[in-house]
């Protein structure tokens, strides 16, 4: 096949794999991403070989290569961005309870979370109509309450942490890599 073929038929396998992941993601299938990716990986593999055209000359390796470094350079750098702004959300921001007896004796419950600068994001509420005799429902509601508006503050700290996880993980890569071919070269190994 020609290179105008490639291109089309890896843009399909590409467009493919985005829909195989974003199904398995969206139905909560934990083992579907990575069977679409294999698939994907392979069909890219099988095309590659297919191609009839000389595609592997040193200027398109030099191209390559420069094309990776820059996306990887984007990616580290907006990694460290995003990480670093959501770790500000999560030290930055706060939570904040309260309860309240109203004239009938019912206790209202608040559960508050804020992000810098005081800015309410979450204020949630929960009436216990009869503290005297409290239910399970009452018990489950507060629970929910407590549990759901810590979530909201937590999302921002595992976010910041998955992304500077990956910044790092794709730095040593890099580095490993870097290395290896700096040694592969450097000793006349081809």
């Not at 299938?29 to 009839?52: D, E």
């Not at 904040?96 to 004796?105: D, E, R, W, Y």
């Amino acid at each position: 096949m020609n290179l105008q073929t490639y291109t089309l038929l890896l843009g399909v396998v590409t467009i493919g794999t985005l829909f195989g992941v974003l199904a398995g993601i969206s139905s909560g299938n934990v083992f579907a991403p990575g069977i679409a990716l294999s698939l994907g990986i392979v069909l890219a593999a099988l095309l590659h070989r297919r191609v009839s055209a000389v595609m592997d000359d040193e200027l398109l390796e030099r191209i390559s290569g420069k094309a990776a470094i820059r996306v990887l350079e984007v990616i580290i750098i907006a990694g460290a961005i995003i990480g670093c702004g959501a770790f500000t959300f999560y030290w930055n921001g706060g939570n904040g309870t309260g309860m309240a007896v109203s004239g009938n004796g019912s206790i209202s419950v608040t559960a508050a979370e804020f992000f810098p600068h005081g800015t309410i994001i979450s204020n949630q509420k929960y009436v216990i109509a009869d503290p005297s005799h409290i239910t399970m429902n009452d018990l489950v509601a507060l629970d929910t309450l407590f549990t759901g508006s810590h979530r909201i503050r937590d999302y921002p700290y595992v976010a910041g942490m998955a992304s500077g996880v990956v910044v790092i993980l794709i730095a040593l890569l890099y580095a490993a890599f870097l290395l290896y071919y700096h040694s592969r070269y450097e000793t006349g190994k081809t």
